[in-house]
């Protein structure tokens, strides 16, 4: 069994700074693709950024030049910095973690942590 745990969310000004961590747990034998998602009241899930396993990234638009995402192979963990954060962040924050299971690859999601942008 894979669980995946998200933390760092809270409420944060605009212009503020967030880190987000997910950490896989359980019997794998590695870590794939690694991302993180949003969803905001009433939206559909976007994504926010994605790294591969072998550190290559994405961004989805509306954060580019603002949010970092990064990974730690050794403790199976992703993070999420956040800069210059905008009330439009507001969303719940879900990651999303590949691992190789067994013969498979999983992808296994996060039961998301809440960050509000708001003075």
């Known amino acids: 069994q894979v669980q995946v745990v998200e933390s760092g969310g809270g409420l944060v000004q605009p212009g503020g700074s967030l880190r987000l961590s997910c950490t896989a747990s359980?019997?794998?034998?590695?870590?794939?693709?690694m991302g993180w998602y949003r969803q905001a009241p009433g939206k559909q899930r976007e994504l926010v950024a994605g790294?591969?396993?072998?550190?290559?990234?994405n961004y989805g638009d509306s954060v580019k030049g603002r949010f970092t995402i990064s990974r730690d192979n050794s403790k199976n963990t992703a993070y999420l910095q956040m800069n210059s954060l905008k009330s439009e962040d507001t969303a719940v924050y879900y990651c999303?973690?590949?691992?190789?299971?067994?013969?498979?690859?999983?992808?296994?999601w996060g039961q998301g942590t809440l960050v509000t942008v708001a003075s």
């Open positions: 999303q973690m590949g691992v190789y299971y067994f013969d498979r690859y999983l992808e296994v």
């Open positions: 359980g019997s794998f034998r590695s870590t794939g693709a």
């Open positions: 790294i591969t396993s072998g550190g290559s990234t």
